[in-house]
């Protein structure tokens, strides 16, 4: 085993504690199947978290394969610039078919991070063509949409991004819409979305310096799977609306029907007016991402020559058709398979099954939406007193979910279950029940 751990000299893991590395070597996956991953010995791993919540229809899916193959076939690259690929085309048309109307234009680029900065790039140019210049962002606390140095701007989450803050930048934020710890003790049945009052205060002060809100809408994913009401999402947009500030919904992790909508913005009856896509939208395949706006906004870049106006921004692998293949495959799936609406059975079962937790010692709160649940766990669930963070029962709770053969990796103190859609009601059961035994015997010892 030793001489095949000798690429861990040369390798640096993202996310991961350098001792963590030495002490759990990674495991080595070889094959995947459905909701299961296999190990060079064979060992299988229910894949909890649809390995960072991009796999949304299994692994090793035929149907995307096949698509990928036929593609690699073809053509595997073109610029895309006076040239684009007949898959790219063919994406664009089916993407279109599932948009909000509004939502016109498509601009590709790798993966979410970079749909964020495209996205936050469109803003401020607009503006500067409407002759404002607006440089600001709000986001919300808790805000996590991306690692490139922009979408750090908007992230809200000290560990991560307090560092880049101090020497780089930080945009305007709003409190976190964090129900389980409202500081003002308010019930999400019953609140009115007070949480948004910092948004109202923000816009008053520096509205007119402000290009775009950015949010993650129903769900803040790294900062916990913090799960919030549609009426704080429809409050967001009120006010950007009264005070002439564009919205950027994050739809990264939330699109094509993780949280049962096909996007979570339809919760609160909304359209923003720029949308970023990535994670499900190739089924976890290849990486591939779009910044959706609306037409208005395109229009402002509509230009030649003359006047200048142009986006001066693209990746070498903007509309890679690869991975638009692999999109076209999992958006057939999506449309014949009716998803999200077919889920719906599933994700009762899924929901009940979380449910069962709220019950347990350690659990202070349960929460879901669609197929995404998580458990906040705590010391004292009376008092809601929180783990000690020395003792990392969280990550231990993990380790010995893993060596049950179950992937999941907790944020914080939340332990999330992202399933692939694909995942059987008989899979649910297992997911949860090793999940419970792990969190019994870590809790316990
Ligand atoms: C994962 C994620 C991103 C970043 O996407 P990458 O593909 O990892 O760059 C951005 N926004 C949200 C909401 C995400 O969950």
């Given at each position: 085993m030793k001489s095949q751990n000798n690429y861990l000299k040369n390798i640096w893991f993202p996310f991961t504690y350098a001792d963590d590395v030495r002490k759990y070597p990674p495991i080595t996956i070889s094959k995947g199947e459905g909701v299961y991953l296999y190990d060079t010995a064979g060992k299988k791993y229910l894949d909890a978290i649809s390995s960072w919540w991009v796999n949304n229809l299994g692994h090793s899916n035929p149907e995307i394969v096949a698509a990928i193959k036929a593609q690699a076939d073809k053509l595997e690259h073109v610029i895309m610039a006076g040239f684009i690929s007949d898959s790219t085309i063919m994406l664009t048309q089916k993407l279109k078919k599932l948009l909000?109307?509004?939502?016109t234009r498509i601009f590709y680029s790798d993966d979410g991070s970079t749909a964020v900065e495209a996205a936050m790039k469109i803003a401020m140019q607009y503006w500067m063509y409407r002759k404002e210049k607006r440089c600001e962002f709000i986001a919300l606390g808790g805000a996590y949409h991306g690692d490139t140095l922009g979408a750090m701007s908007v992230g809200g989450i000290p560990q991560y991004h307090t560092l880049f803050h101090d020497c780089h930048k930080k945009q305007n934020f709003t409190h976190g819409p964090y129900c389980y710890g409202c500081p003002e003790k308010k019930d999400k049945e019953t609140?009115?979305?007070?949480?948004?009052n910092s948004l109202e205060q923000i816009l008053i002060k520096r509205g007119n310096r402000i290009a775009a809100c950015i949010f993650e809408p129903m769900v803040q994913g790294a900062a916990g799977m913090r799960i919030y009401p549609a009426k704080v999402l429809t409050r967001i947009f009120k006010l950007c609306r009264e005070y002439g500030v564009l919205t950027i919904a994050?739809?990264?992790?939330?699109?094509?029907?993780?949280?049962?909508?096909?996007?979570?913005?339809e919760y609160g009856d909304v359209i923003p007016d720029i949308m970023c896509l990535a994670k499900g939208l190739t089924g976890g395949y290849l990486p591939l991402s779009a910044t959706v706006v609306r037409e208005t906004i395109y229009q402002e870049f509509s230009g030649n020559a003359k006047n200048g106006r142009i986006f001066h921004h693209g990746h070498?692998?903007?509309?890679?058709p690869l991975a638009a293949a692999a999109a076209c495959a999992v958006l057939d799936i999506l449309e014949r398979e009716n998803i999200p609406d077919s889920l719906k059975d599933k994700t009762t079962h899924f929901q009940k099954g979380l449910e069962?937790?709220?019950?347990?010692?350690?659990?202070?709160e349960v929460r879901s939406i669609g197929m995404i649940g998580a458990l906040e766990l705590v010391a004292d669930k009376k008092t809601g007193k929180r783990l000690?963070?020395?003792?990392r029962i969280p990550f231990k709770i993990a380790q010995n979910a893993i060596s049950k053969g179950l992937l999941v990796r907790p944020l914080g103190d939340v332990l999330y279950f992202i399933p692939p859609y694909v995942i059987k009601n008989e899979e649910i059961d297992e997911m949860f029940a090793i999940a419970k035994k792990a969190i019994l015997e870590e809790v316990a010892s």
């Amino acid at each position: 085993m030793k001489s095949q751990n000798n690429y861990l000299k040369n390798i640096w893991f993202p996310f991961t504690y350098a001792d963590d590395v030495r002490k759990y070597p990674p495991i080595t996956i070889s094959k995947g199947e459905g909701v299961y991953l296999y190990d060079t010995a064979g060992k299988k791993y229910l894949d909890a978290i649809s390995s960072w919540w991009v796999n949304n229809l299994g692994h090793s899916n035929p149907e995307i394969v096949a698509a990928i193959k036929a593609q690699a076939d073809k053509l595997e690259h073109v610029i895309m610039a006076g040239f684009i690929s007949d898959s790219t085309i063919m994406l664009t048309q089916k993407l279109k078919k599932l948009l909000p109307l509004e939502l016109t234009r498509i601009f590709y680029s790798d993966d979410g991070s970079t749909a964020v900065e495209a996205a936050m790039k469109i803003a401020m140019q607009y503006w500067m063509y409407r002759k404002e210049k607006r440089c600001e962002f709000i986001a919300l606390g808790g805000a996590y949409h991306g690692d490139t140095l922009g979408a750090m701007s908007v992230g809200g989450i000290p560990q991560y991004h307090t560092l880049f803050h101090d020497c780089h930048k930080k945009q305007n934020f709003t409190h976190g819409p964090y129900c389980y710890g409202c500081p003002e003790k308010k019930d999400k049945e019953t609140c009115s979305a007070e949480c948004m009052n910092s948004l109202e205060q923000i816009l008053i002060k520096r509205g007119n310096r402000i290009a775009a809100c950015i949010f993650e809408p129903m769900v803040q994913g790294a900062a916990g799977m913090r799960i919030y009401p549609a009426k704080v999402l429809t409050r967001i947009f009120k006010l950007c609306r009264e005070y002439g500030v564009l919205t950027i919904a994050d739809e990264v992790m939330t699109g094509f029907g993780r949280t049962g909508k096909m996007f979570a913005c339809e919760y609160g009856d909304v359209i923003p007016d720029i949308m970023c896509l990535a994670k499900g939208l190739t089924g976890g395949y290849l990486p591939l991402s779009a910044t959706v706006v609306r037409e208005t906004i395109y229009q402002e870049f509509s230009g030649n020559a003359k006047n200048g106006r142009i986006f001066h921004h693209g990746h070498s692998f903007t509309g890679n058709p690869l991975a638009a293949a692999a999109a076209c495959a999992v958006l057939d799936i999506l449309e014949r398979e009716n998803i999200p609406d077919s889920l719906k059975d599933k994700t009762t079962h899924f929901q009940k099954g979380l449910e069962s937790f709220s019950t347990m010692e350690n659990v202070g709160e349960v929460r879901s939406i669609g197929m995404i649940g998580a458990l906040e766990l705590v010391a004292d669930k009376k008092t809601g007193k929180r783990l000690p963070a020395e003792k990392r029962i969280p990550f231990k709770i993990a380790q010995n979910a893993i060596s049950k053969g179950l992937l999941v990796r907790p944020l914080g103190d939340v332990l999330y279950f992202i399933p692939p859609y694909v995942i059987k009601n008989e899979e649910i059961d297992e997911m949860f029940a090793i999940a419970k035994k792990a969190i019994l015997e870590e809790v316990a010892s």
